[in-house]
């Protein structure tokens, strides 16, 4: 599954990958800093620790892979699971411009931010 951020940088809607892509888990956020133009990628996985994620970029694609370690022991058994349990993989393309200065998991949340690279091509443009 790929996601495009560029669009929502944009403010635009695509109703193609609204209808072709899984976009319900995980669930996640895209935050700008409308001060400095950097983002800020959330990802809502709670009861995930470090070791059963992987974060891989490669050039422009930034790929976020969750496999589930913990099973119930045999002896349990769900009355009501809420919480997924289920491995995933959320594929994300970025701008050339931009790089990944920092992942974070805290209570939940994992935090990725972004920035622009100093040789940015990107600028505002003047309306004449």
Not at 55 to 70: M, P
Request: charged fraction near 30%; charge should be negative; aromatic fraction near 8%.
């Amino acid at each position: 599954m790929t996601i495009d951020i560029s669009k929502f940088w944009l403010g635009m809607n695509n109703d193609w990958l609204l209808a072709n892509t899984d976009t319900s888990y995980p669930r996640y956020n895209i935050v700008e800093n409308a001060e400095n133009g950097n983002y800020r990628i959330e990802v809502a996985i709670p009861g995930w620790s470090k070791k059963e994620l992987e974060l891989v970029q490669e050039e422009n694609e930034l790929l976020i892979k969750g496999k589930k370690e913990r099973k119930l022991g045999e002896t349990e058994r769900f009355i009501h699971q809420g919480l997924s349990l289920k491995s995933f993989e959320r594929k994300f393309i970025l701008n050339a411009d931009l790089k990944v200065d920092s992942v974070e998991l805290t209570d939940g949340l994992l935090t990725i931010a972004l920035s622009r690279t100093p040789n940015s091509t990107r600028k505002v443009l003047d309306i004449n």
